[in-house]
Nanobody
Framework: QVQLVESGGGLVQAGGSLRLSCAASERIFSRYAMGWFRQAPGKQRELVAAITSGGWTNYADSVKGRFTISGDNVKNAVYLQMNSLKPEDTAVYYC?????????????????WGQGTQVTVSS
């Protein structure tokens, strides 16, 4: 099964930017749809953005216009560019994959998960 490893989290001031990376152990877009989820303390894990091999994307309303998901088939990687960060974006961010080519918004639809990376946005 595919292994996923996130990187790029950290502490940033409000209005700043971060780029998260997710490295996969195998070619991903030939078999998987990929997503970025986040989970803040006391809250449910929620989809931030998702992408398919065909380039279809889906974003949570709260991040539209600020975050961009992209993929690299050569590097077997998925990225999340986060701009204009807000304190409410603070959470652990997870890379996730699911077998298939359609976007799903529920965490239970994804079988493969990274270990997560912390993003903290200070006000």
């Amino acid at each position: 099964q595919v292994q996923l490893v996130e990187s790029g989290g950290g502490l940033v001031q409000a209005g700043g930017s971060l780029r998260l990376s997710c490295a996969a152990s195998e070619r991903i877009f030939s078999r998987y749809a990929m997503g970025w989820f986040r989970q803040a303390p006391g809250k449910q894990r929620e989809l931030v953005a998702a992408i398919t091999s065909g380039g279809w994307t889906n974003y949570a309303d709260s991040v539209k216009g600020r975050f961009t998901i992209s993929g690299d088939n050569v590097k077997n990687a998925v990225y999340l560019q986060m701009n204009s960060l807000k304190p409410e974006d603070t959470a652990v961010y997870y890379c996730a994959g699911r077998t298939g080519w359609s976007i799903k918004t529920s965490a239970h639809e994804y079988s493969y998960w990274g270990q997560g990376t912390q993003v903290t946005v200070s006000s």
